[in-house]
């Protein structure tokens, strides 16, 4: 089991940038691909980036490339998404999302293949 807590969100004017956390509890964390959803108001729930477990790469909605990038530190159990450049349009509510363990994706930005959810932290670019 793994139990996501998400942090770091906030009202910022567009061009700014935030540092969202996901801290997670367990002993599983390593082994658990990563990845960042985004939900806007009336929207279904969009793939941002995800990260693989054992060095299997990092992944990117063409909406943020360049713009947002996803890490992990596998020793204090935390993932990371650093935004630059916000714009409106990544208003969201965001979510940190887990996949079991060992598994990987075959559709990165699939929300099926997340096993577990954090609570959300609120993003608002204005």
């Known amino acids: 089991q793994v139990q996501l807590v998400e942090s770091g969100g906030a009202s910022v004017q567009a061009g700014g940038s935030l540092r969202l956390s996901c801290a997670a509890s367990g002993h599983t964390f390593g082994w658990h691909s990563m990845g960042w959803f985004r939900q806007a108001p009336g929207k279904g729930r969009e793939g941002v980036a995800a990260i693989y477990t054992g060095g299997g790469g990092t992944f990117y909605a063409d909406s943020v490339k360049g713009r947002f990038t996803i890490s992990r530190d596998n020793a204090n159990k935390r993932l990371y998404l650093q935004m630059d450049n916000l714009q409106s349009e990544d208003t969201a509510m965001y979510y940190c999302?887990?996949?079991?363990?060992?598994?990987?994706?075959?559709?990165?930005?699939?929300?099926?293949?997340?096993?577990?959810w954090g609570q959300g932290t609120q993003v608002t670019v204005s």
């Open positions: 999302a887990a996949v079991g363990v060992g598994w990987i994706p075959a559709t990165w930005s699939s929300p099926a293949e997340y096993q577990y």
